[in-house]
């Protein structure tokens, strides 16, 4: 069973349009949830969020994490081509762990 | 200077072959990670390394061995390359436990024959 799931898999809008993406995960002691967005290479960092830092914000670029319920969700706002790309979620299950990556959701945005 | 690089970038081999990925760092970061993408399924953690003495399995290892043989250098070996291990594998790493933050390497597309 799958542990960090996002939605949705994929999505298509036109530019300037508002996106939300959603991650959900299971952990146990939660520590931090991670955005990260990949373009036709490696992923690049986005935003990481704690019991600390529950709302980060770059740009147009938005996420807030909601620890009861066990989400996530990310927002861009006035959406550009250049924001087609796949979005990942990652999540350290438990303890020591290393990060698990959801399956990411693909952006297309459309001019 | 990238700070984490991976050679090679692509390599097609045959089925049966030995293969040796290699990645380098010079964020001087102890934790070091390997990844493969397929297509749909997202980043799979198939080994990973906290220092120069310490080898973890992750999720998918088998069919995979690793040698971490500095601070700054994992490699990733394919004794006897098979085609579902047809992948895009990234390199990855982190500076502690202090944060989980890991930034990765360009990958290097390897396709099986």
């Known amino acids: 069973e799958d542990k960090v799931v996002q939605s949705p898999l994929s999505l298509v809008v036109h530019e300037g349009d508002t996106v939300t993406l959603n991650c959900s995960y299971e952990?146990?002691?939660?520590?931090?949830l991670l955005w990260y967005k990949q373009e036709k290479k490696a992923p690049t960092f986005l935003f990481m969020l704690?019991?600390?830092?529950i709302e980060k914000k770059s740009g147009r670029l938005s996420s807030i994490l909601d620890k009861k319920e066990l989400f996530s969700i990310l927002n861009i706002t006035a959406t550009q081509t250049g924001d087609s790309a796949v979005y990942l979620c990652?999540?350290?299950?438990?303890?020591?762990?290393?990060?698990?990556f959801g399956k990411g959701t693909r952006l297309s945005v459309i001019a | 200077d990238a700070d984490v690089t991976q050679t090679p970038r692509n390599r097609i081999t045959k089925t049966g072959k030995r293969i040796m990925l290699e990645c380098s760092q010079t964020?001087?970061?102890?934790?070091m990670y390997w990844y493969r993408q397929d297509p749909g399924l997202g980043l799979q953690l198939i080994y990973y390394?906290?220092?120069?003495?310490?080898?973890n399995k992750g999720e998918i290892s088998d069919g995979y061995s690793v040698s971490r043989q500095a601070q700054a250098k994992f490699s990733l070996s394919l004794e006897s390359a098979i085609p579902n291990q047809t992948a895009l594998y990234f390199c990855?790493?982190?500076?502690?436990?202090?944060?989980?933050?890991?930034?990765f390497g360009p990958g290097t597309r390897l396709t099986v024959l």
């Open positions: 990855a790493t982190s500076i502690s436990s202090a944060t989980d933050t890991q930034y």
């Open positions: 952990v146990t002691n939660f520590r931090s």
């Open positions: 704690t019991s600390s830092g």
């Open positions: 990652a999540v350290p299950i438990s303890g020591n762990t290393p990060l698990v």
């Open positions: 964020k001087g970061h102890d934790r």
């Open positions: 390394s906290f220092d120069v003495k310490d080898i």
